[in-house]
Structure formats: structure tokens, C-alpha cells
T-cell receptor
Framework: KAGVTQTPRYLIKTRGQQVTLSCSPISGHRSVSWYQQTPGQGLQFLFE???????NKGNFPGRFSGRQFSNSRSEMNVSTLELGDSALYLCASSLGYSSYGYTFGSGTRLTVV | GQQLNQSPQSMFIQEGEDVSMNCTSS?????WLWYKQDPGEGPVLLIALYKAGELTSNGRLTAQFGITRKDSFLNISASIPSDVGIYFCAGQTQGGSEKLVFGKGTKLTVNP
């Protein structure tokens, strides 16, 4: 079966712009979580969605937001981009409201210039 | 907040050697997970541990859930070149906070 699909794989944006990243979970998975990965901070939890509801949120500013659609696909949005937002953004899906059986996508590499 | 201290940060070994890395925390976790990440890819789950004291193997990999529930280790025996990558530990609590807390990773280099 297809894995977790993240699009686009690479993105270059300018400071002040906004960006939307997409994640299609494994078929049948209803939980989607987003993580930011940087060399300095490692993997940091952004938020988790289950059945279109945000269940958990990490310690990120309000510029970071997300949503989940009825087909479990999820998007995350970052507004007013800053240089420090440059990172690999990873999405993970699982069957239920739990990270047991998490499967990660390959990520979207965002570069802010 | 919860933090995981993963060590070592990096390792350079010869093919065939055994490898050991560990994670410690000041917090108790109910689940410990070990992931491997190859360049340009997302982390892939290697081993999941659900009970204190549990010792689980996956091929040449062995991981243990510490009895205090505050630590875990991963051993790789007879390393091979394809073991190269970054290994992450992750802990999970329950009770409403299901997010994973990750260590900073151990970068493994295997010299053939």
C-alpha cells in the first residue's frame, strides 16, 4: 500500500511569505501529526489531528497552523515566514489516536531566504 | 518540558563492530521507540518497547526499556555499511499527551 505522501518535497520561499504543505496519510489512517526537524533542535512536535480535530499542539507560535480534511489528508500552513522556519517538515500518520504504528513521510524541505 | 538526552551524538566504527547508544530522561515514559533516518527520508521505526524491562530484538538490533522507565538503549551487532544513518529514540507518555518526544539523534558512520 502507498506510504505517507508529502508534497512538495522541496520549497524555497522568501521571508514574509506564507506556505502550505500537504500530507496524504496511509489509506485508513485517521491520525496525522506534524513535526519540524532542524539540526539544532531535532524533531519538534507541531500538532496532531484526528478525525478533523486538532488533538494536540506543540510549543510553536500562532504562525503555524494546520487542518485535516474529511479524507484524513492534512495541510499545515506557516504565515509570515522567518529565516528560522527553514527546516524539514515531517508528517506521520497512524490508525488511531496514538503514535503507535506511526509511519513518517519523506518530508518537505523548506528553505526561507 | 520533557527532554530526552541521547548519546553519543555521533559514532565512527568499523564494519563488523557492535554499536550501543542510549537515551535517558528525567521523565517517565510508557513507550520507548527507536527510529532510523536515512538522508532525505523520514524516520523509520525499528523497534517499539511497551513495558519496563522489556528486551526486544529485530534482526541485529536489540533494544531495552529501562526498569525505571526513564531510559532505553539500542544495540546493533556486527554493523554493516547500510547501518549508516541517524538513529533517534523517542518516548511517549499517555494520559492525554500522545505526542512523541525525540532525542537529538546519534549519527552512525560505518567504515567498510
Amino acid at each position: 500500500k502507498a506510504g505517507v505522501t508529502q508534497t512538495p518535497r522541496y520549497l524555497i520561499k522568501t521571508r514574509g511569505q506564507q506556505v502550505t504543505l500537504s500530507c496524504s496519510p496511509i489509506s485508513g489512517h485517521r491520525s496525522v501529526s506534524w513535526y519540524q526537524q532542524t539540526p539544532g533542535q531535532g524533531l519538534q512536535f507541531l500538532f496532531e489531528y484526528f478525525s478533523e480535530t486538532q488533538r494536540n499542539k506543540g510549543n510553536f507560535p500562532g504562525r503555524f497552523s494546520g487542518r485535516q480534511f474529511s479524507n484524513s489528508r492534512s495541510e499545515m500552513n506557516v504565515s509570515t515566514l522567518e529565516l528560522g522556519d527553514s527546516a524539514l517538515y515531517l508528517c506521520a500518520s497512524s490508525l488511531g489516536y496514538s503514535s503507535y504504528g506511526y509511519t513518517f513521510g519523506s518530508g518537505t524541505r523548506l528553505t526561507v531566504v | 518540558g520533557q527532554q530526552l538526552n541521547q548519546s553519543p551524538q555521533s559514532m565512527f566504527i568499523q564494519e563488523g563492530e557492535d554499536v550501543s547508544m542510549n537515551c535517558t530522561s528525567s521523565s517517565i515514559f510508557n513507550t520507548w521507540l527507536w527510529y532510523k533516518q536515512d538522508p532525505g527520508e523520514g524516520p523509520v521505526l525499528l523497534i517499539a518497547l511497551y513495558k519496563a524491562g522489556e528486551l526486544t530484538s529485530n534482526g541485529r538490533l536489540t533494544a531495552q526499556f529501562g526498569i525505571t522507565r526513564k531510559d532505553s538503549f539500542l544495540n546493533i551487532s556486527a554493523s554493516i555499511p547500510s547501518d549508516v544513518g541517524i538513529y533517534f529514540c523517542a518516548g511517549q507518555t499517555q494520559g492525554g499527551s500522545e505526542k512523541l518526544v525525540f532525542g537529538k539523534g546519534t549519527k552512525l558512520t560505518v567504515n567498510p
